[in-house]
């Protein structure tokens, strides 16, 4: 039956109406022994096969033209073309089947959609890594090409690999960072929360900057409860308390100060990471958590502007979110605010 045309299905359905009428007709004109019975029995399959045979008509009519629509609507929905048009009638096969075509239809275009959102984003990122790079290659190049093209002295050769030591660190931080960010961003690395105490999450991101803040004679103030515990994935969590501390001593004066400060809300850990450095702009206080964003007048600061990118990127995967109020010539202060459980 599931390979038999429609065709035959309804020919064979015809021809065994008929056949059995005219056998019940033939069988009562027997039994009563009246011709006009056989008579009348073959004018009403006769009328019955027309009957049947019209419909036949009609039924195929409408599955051709459903057949077509929905090869229209089909070559519509691969090309991303018109939404299909819905049958009014609900309680029909086609119908339905017009109404998951419909569902269908959104939700190819909102794969398309995504699809070509993420060209776009990969499309902006190799533009940006681009960018990124093509600074650092430059200047050795250049280097390179001076020590090839003419001898130097000893203190000049020393000077020449003293700047080959920095573009080669400044490429193999970008890698790294970038590397983290797209595992991030893929699901490559799973966070784990556990009950832990924010005072070792915080002095594991502290010992990053404490050599750094030294040599600018930056003052480091920390207020953290010791028994406080919060659940929270440490490595990552240092990783991104980290970022904010190593920006806020890259941007705050020689002999500012840095005030980490903990608060225990009902809901949430608010953890602030106060300088008192240049402070930014409210204008641009919305970019800056932007993949490679870096302002103009800090260009001069190492760095690549995936720092505070990567931190909201961590935080905002552990159920918490990253904010920040700064004032020009005040200084800066990011909030962290992590779930308590």
């Known amino acids: 039956m599931r390979r038999m045309p429609v065709k035959t299905m309804f020919l064979l359905v015809e021809t065994g109406a008929a056949v059995s ?21 073959a004018l009403l399959t006769a009328c019955a096969l027309f009957w049947m045979f019209l419909l036949t008509l009609c039924f195929a009519k409408r599955l051709s033209q459903f057949t077509s629509d929905l090869c229209q609507t089909m070559d519509s929905m691969i090309t991303g073309g018109q939404e299909p048009a819905r049958a009014e009638d609900r309680e029909t096969i086609f119908a339905r089947i017009s109404y998951r ?17 993420e ?18 290659v430059a200047n050795l190049k ?18 020449f690999l003293q700047g080959i030591r920095s573009q080669t660190d400044k490429l193999e931080f970008l890698v790294q960072s970038m590397g983290k960010a797209s595992r991030l961003e893929t699901g490559a690395i799973t966070l784990e929360k556990k009950d832990m ?13 404490v050599y750094s803040a030294e040599q600018k004679g930056i003052s480091v103030e920390v207020q953290c409860p010791e028994d406080l515990r919060v659940s929270h994935d440490s490595k990552w969590t240092a990783e991104a308390l980290f970022n904010l501390l190593d920006n806020a ?50 260009h001069d600061q190492p760095g690549v ?4 990118y990567l931190a909201r990127e961590i935080i905002s995967r552990q159920g918490g979110y990253i904010k920040v109020t700064s004032e020009v010539g005040r200084g800066s202060t990011f909030s962290v605010f992590l779930p308590r459980r």
């Open 21 to 41: 009428m005219l056998a019940l007709s033939f069988l009562l004109s027997n039994l009563t022994g009246q011709g006009w019975v056989l008579l009348a029995g």
């Open 101 to 117: 075509l419909s569902r269908l239809y959104g939700i190819l275009q909102e794969n398309r959609r995504k699809v070509d959102e």
């Open 119 to 136: 060209r776009r984003e990969l499309q902006t990122l190799v533009s940006d890594i681009s960018h990124q790079v093509k600074t650092p």
């Open 142 to 159: 250049m280097v390179t090409d001076t020590l090839l093209a003419k001898p130097v002295t000893e203190q000049e050769r020393r000077d």
């Open 197 to 209: 105490p924010l005072l070792d999450t915080l002095a594991q991101a502290m010992s990053g900057i």
């Open 249 to 298: 001593v890259k941007y705050t004066p020689a002999g500012g100060r840095i005030c980490v400060s903990v608060e225990q809300w009902e809901m949430y850990v608010k953890l602030d990471v106060a300088d008192t450095g240049r402070g930014i702009p409210e204008s641009r206080q919305a970019a800056i958590f932007r993949r490679f964003y870096r302002e103009e007048e800090v």
């Open 305 to 308: 502007g995936i720092g505070l």
